[in-house]
């Protein structure tokens, strides 16, 4: 079956804790990519990956980092959590196709206290 | 820049009632349009999508007819139910970019 898996589903931390959200893929895509949900403004792009090491930022990289060393993997990395970085987080990932699906992963509610 | 204009909801409807919930782009060139639904506690799912003019996308009894003279994508459901209820969010994606720009996502809620 075709999926994006995401770890954990749900996460309380502490301002300054450093914390990785895991995201695998298992459709060979080269694209991934990482969005932030708020109320009110809809899925923000925070970082993107056009194949193994190559990635860029989106609309809304500060506070994170992401690699993608291998092809199916694409960590979100927030090394000094803040309150403003609560959210829901969605990994996606797509082939490179013009119009080809892009897959969601389940979500990661972050909150940062 | 792109960027995508949902109507704000929540919309409240009965069961069988008809849905519209509009949608308008800003873009560059030829972008495809998508439509996304959220259910309660999960991920977004594709629900359909068109990539040219005058394309209609079709899924689950939704549609959606791509408009490039208006620059709408206006999603419209002839009876919803109970289990449509769910957040729908409007994208595109522009013709040589890769990355999809969300409206701000429209809550339905569909009464019993």
């Known amino acids: 079956e075709a999926q994006v898996t995401q770890n954990p589903r749900y996460l309380i931390t502490v301002t300054g804790k450093k914390l990785t959200v895991t995201c695998s893929q298992n459709?060979?895509?080269?694209?991934m990519s990482w969005y932030r949900q708020d109320p009110g403004l809809g899925l923000r792009q925070i970082y993107y990956?056009?194949?193994?090491?190559?990635?860029d930022k989106g609309d809304v990289p500060e506070g994170y980092k992401v690699s993608r060393k291998e092809k199916r993997n694409f960590p979100l990395i927030l090394e000094s959590p803040s309150p403003n970085q609560t959210s829901l987080y969605f990994c996606?990932?797509?082939?490179?196709?013009?119009?080809?699906?892009?897959?969601f992963g389940p979500g990661t509610r972050l909150l940062v206290l | 820049g792109n960027s995508v204009t949902q109507m704000e909801g929540p919309v409240t409807l009965s069961e069988e009632a008809f849905l519209t919930i509009n949608c308008t782009y800003t873009?560059?060139?030829?972008?495809?349009l998508f439509w996304y639904v959220q259910y309660p506690g999960e991920g977004l799912q594709l629900l359909l999508k068109?990539?040219?003019?005058?394309d209609k996308g079709s899924n689950k009894g939704f549609e959606a007819t791509y408009r490039k003279e208006t620059t709408s994508f206006h999603l419209e459901k002839g009876s919803v139910q109970v289990s449509d209820s769910a957040v729908y969010f409007c994208?595109?994606?522009?013709?040589?970019?890769?990355?999809?720009?969300f409206g701000a996502g429209t809550i339905l809620r569909v009464k019993s």
């Open positions: 873009a560059t060139g030829y972008p495809s």
């Open positions: 068109a990539t040219k003019a005058d």
């Open positions: 994208a595109l994606k522009t013709e040589y970019g890769n990355k999809l720009v």
């Open positions: 996606a990932s797509r082939g490179t196709w013009r119009g080809e699906t892009q897959y």
């Open positions: 990956s056009m194949n193994v090491e190559v990635t």
């Open positions: 459709m060979n895509h080269e694209y």
